[in-house]
């Protein structure tokens, strides 16, 4: 069974840093791209960063130069660090995990998402 945990999530103010943690099970990490992705009262999912199974990395404008993506494969752990918090930071942060098989299709997991409060 593939399961993705979040961690780390908390209340924070304004200006401050918190790192999340993805700790995946049932599957290896490494031949994924992991994603995080951020859910506000009353809005849409939004990508927040991910990290391609070749290293690379992109994430949206609204978090470049505060929110790093990184993993570690031999704990089978995403991350994502996050740096001068702002209050529209604020959401409920999900995990996710796609892989296309040539031969089993799409493999797309979530984490069941871990909350972020920044306060102003």
């Known amino acids: 069974q593939v399961q993705l945990v979040e961690s780390g999530g908390g209340l924070v103010q304004a200006g401050g840093s918190l790192r999340l943690s993805c700790a995946a099970s049932?599957?290896?990490?490494?031949?994924?791209?992991m994603g995080w992705y951020r859910q506000a009262p009353g809005k849409q999912r939004e990508l927040v960063a991910v990290i391609f199974s070749g290293g690379s990395t992109d994430y949206a404008d609204s978090v470049k130069g505060r929110f790093t993506i990184s993993r570690d494969n031999a704990k089978n752990t995403a991350y994502l660090q996050m740096n001068s918090l702002k209050p529209e930071d604020t959401a409920v942060y999900y995990c996710?995990?796609?892989?296309?098989?040539?031969?089993?299709?799409?493999?797309?997991?979530w984490g069941q998402g871990t909350q972020v409060t920044v306060s102003s």
């Open positions: 049932g599957m290896s990490l490494s031949s994924y791209a």
């Open positions: 996710n995990a796609k892989l296309y098989s040539a031969v089993y299709g799409l493999k797309n997991y």
